[in-house]
């Protein structure tokens, strides 16, 4: 199993203290740094910490349904950090629509996860729509169209979430 060439850091949101476990020893035999939390708040004060403390997270490892809040939360909080975290989101329930919803943003991974599964997410940091941006050299607002398409949002909603006319979408 190949490992990271230095102690790259997982922050691991989970409320069943098993599967943190799990997930922790298996991460920290394959040389990862893990910091394991079970909730949203202690998540959001975790990473608050860490960026006041310059010592990021390369990987946030984050399950949605926690006992006090919505784990898209923590997702949202590490899209606005600087470097950004590949994250990861682990749930045994959610629907398509969700998993649309964030398709773009993160990579998600059903429960049970395998180790195997755990470990290559890991290692290709995934953050398509900034890939395509930057490749392609799209403005700002570019893509935040571009993140609309990703979502699949019809005309009237894509429009609403732009901030425009369906007119102006449509150019």
């Known amino acids: 199993m190949p490992q990271p060439t230095h102690a790259e850091r997982v922050l691991i949101v989970d409320d069943d203290p098993v599967m943190r476990d799990v997930l922790s020893r298996f991460l920290r035999r394959a040389s990862f740094e893990v910091m394991e939390v079970g909730s949203v708040v202690a998540a959001?004060?975790?990473?608050?910490?860490a960026a006041r403390n310059n010592r990021q997270y390369d990987h946030a490892v984050v399950d949605l349904v926690l006992k006090?809040?919505?784990?898209?939360?923590v997702v949202k909080a590490c899209e606005s950090l600087s470097p950004r975290p590949n994250i990861i989101v682990l749930s045994g329930n959610i629907d398509s629509r969700r998993?649309?919803?964030l398709s773009g943003r993160c990579l998600?991974?059903?429960?049970?996860?395998?180790s195997k599964t755990l470990l290559e997410a890991l290692q290709r940091r995934r953050d398509p729509i900034s890939d395509f941006v930057a490749e392609h050299g799209l403005t700002p607002r570019e893509r935040d169209a571009v993140v609309v398409a990703?979502?699949?949002l019809f005309n009237e909603e894509a429009a609403d979430a732009l901030g425009v006319t369906?007119?102006?979408l449509r150019k």
């Open 44 to 49: 959001l004060d975790e990473l608050m910490a």
């Open 68 to 73: 006090d809040g919505d784990g898209e939360d």
């Open 99 to 101: 998993a649309l919803e």
């Open 108 to 114: 998600y991974l059903p429960k049970p996860v395998g």
């Open 150 to 152: 990703a979502n699949g």
């Open 166 to 168: 369906k007119e102006g």
